[in-house]
Nanobody, 115 residues
Framework: QVQLVESGGGLVQPGGSLRLSCGASVGSLNYYAIGWFRQAPGKEREQISCISSISRRDGPILYADSVKGRFTISRDNAKNTVYLQMNSLRPEDTAVYYC?????WGQGTQVTVSS
């Protein structure tokens, strides 16, 4: 079993940056592909990025078109953590952000982009 914990959300002005973290209070993330999703009010949850497990060092890193070039996913295996660096944030990035290791979800962290 894995228990995922997201952190790092908050309120930021347009153009600003945040770094989200996805850790595991129980279990290891290292040998699994991890995805980041977000859900804005009134909208469906969408996947925005995914990183391969450490056993696939050259595995694909995927980004949704809406965040490509602005967001970067990475992992620190020693810390058992996956990060989502978010730059050039826009109001439309406002959402609850979740990390996912199927079938497990974290509780989410709120990101609000507003002036």
């Amino acid at each position: 079993q894995v228990q995922l914990v997201e952190s790092g959300g908050g309120l930021v002005q347009p153009g600003g940056s945040l770094r989200l973290s996805c850790g595991a209070s129980v279990g290891s993330l290292n040998y699994y592909a991890i995805g980041w999703f977000r859900q804005a009010p009134g909208k469906e949850r969408e996947q925005i990025s995914c990183i391969s497990s450490i056993s696939r060092r050259d595995g694909p890193i995927l980004y949704a078109d809406s965040v490509k070039g602005r967001f970067t996913i990475s992992r620190d295996n020693a810390k058992n953590t996956v990060y989502l660096q978010m730059n050039s944030l826009r109001p439309e990035d406002t959402a609850v952000y979740y990390c996912n290791k199927p079938p497990y979800w974290g509780q989410g962290t709120q990101v609000t982009v507003s002036s």
